[in-house]
DNA sequence: TCTTTGTTTAACAAAAATGTCAAACATTAA
DNA sequence: TTAATGTTTGACATTTTTGTTAAACAAAGA
């Protein structure tokens, strides 16, 4: 996740990430982005036309950062149980530090048509899944459609994190400890997922 | 979840839910309601007044909504297994019908102040917890902190339906397909939250 | 220095969304 | 039937947001 300057353009994609990512402001408008970046609104425009061409970008990239995560996590020659300790390890990061990335896809996939989504294909996912299998045969891990563990393991990375606010407000908690119980699950999550029987 | 024809004030707030819930477009406009619901829009300012009070309104039936899932599992002389079980069950089908109504909730309290969220109270979750921890010291289900068990909860059901495009796109499945797993997941969720030794 | 090129700004224009109002309409009770 | 009340509509006003333009500015090369 960058942040350095790397001129305005990218300062504004930058800052732009930020409020949506971090934030989670969907509703931002270009003046908020702006103002967030300190620069003049105009430059939004200069550099990316629309505000929908900057959205179209910032959300081709995310896109591109969440491939990127299974590509690292699955290239190499570690072992599926080391994988999978580095895909939680990366992916709890990134999203501890941008809780709402996914929201912001979905949201945005949402506004327009379905269909476009459909077109994306992955490459990386097809290997993932296909060791997922693997381990199960070998008995390591709990027999099911590989499909429902890989929606197992995001659901809960990404689910508390996405809902802090609301599971705050639900089991009544503070931010600091909320917090401590987030920097606990990557732990928790690989046991479950993984146990050690 | 109504959705039947009491007047046109019902109508427009059901309507905007299935918008907002349902089709997952937080961005939908007075305009957009309007249309969907058949009505014209000056009708939303003369039963809400403001976008803002509809807003409101909308958003604090869903908190209800949720509140009464953990209040309805959780209140009778049902067992623990068979509470949980009538939890996944509601909350399950709710989230098929609704499966943007917490990215709703969450996106509104981001808009504005993070601290309204904290003043909520929920009377409902604290017998859950304790059940739980019960649950755990009885060994019938793993130790942990019962607010971690009732996050992975909740992230195994949500999520994969809050996520559903996202996840289609990158598991490369068809609409069908994985309506079918959403099925499946009941009782899966079940078998790993309450396992049998 | 002068020109060229790219960047930044303010002022303006256009579009989109929200909000207001008075008049038309419908229903019911007197 | 008429008056009273609440509902619906279209026309208009306001506000918010996005998009455009010309001019000012800055840096680098001829």
């Known amino acids: 996740m960058p942040v350095k300057d790397k001129g305005t353009e990218q ?15 969907l509703h931002a408008t270009t003046q908020d982005i702006a103002d967030a970046a300190g620069v003049n609104r ?6 990316f036309r629309s505000r929908k061409l ?4 910032v959300t081709e990239e995310a896109m591109n950062e969440l491939r990127q995560i299974m590509s690292d996590a699955f290239t190499g020659k ?13 992916f709890m990061d990134q999203t501890m530090a941008y809780p709402y990335r996914e929201l912001f896809l979905i949201t945005e996939t949402n506004r327009y048509n379905q269909a476009h989504a459909d077109e994306v294909h992955d490459t990386h996912t097809k290997p993932f899944l296909a060791e997922i299998k693997e381990e ?6 709990q027999t099911m459609d590989p499909r429902h563990y890989m929606m197992n393991l995001f659901a809960l990375m990404a689910y508390p994190l996405l ?3 609301l599971s705050k407000s639900f089991l009544k908690i503070s931010d600091q400890e909320y917090h401590k119980l987030m920097k606990q ?13």
């Open 11 to 25: 300062l504004i994609k930058d800052t732009a990430k930020k409020i949506f990512f971090a934030d989670g402001k």
């Open 42 to 47: 105009t430059l939004v425009h200069y550099y």
């Open 54 to 57: 900057l959205f179209e970008q």
């Open 78 to 90: 570690l072992t599926f149980k080391e994988k999978l300790k580095k895909l939680i390890n990366v």
């Open 136 to 141: 199960m045969d070998k008995g390591n891990i």
């Open 163 to 165: 809902s802090a606010n």
């Open 185 to 197: 699950r990557k732990q928790l999550i690989f046991d479950m997922i993984y146990p050690t029987k």
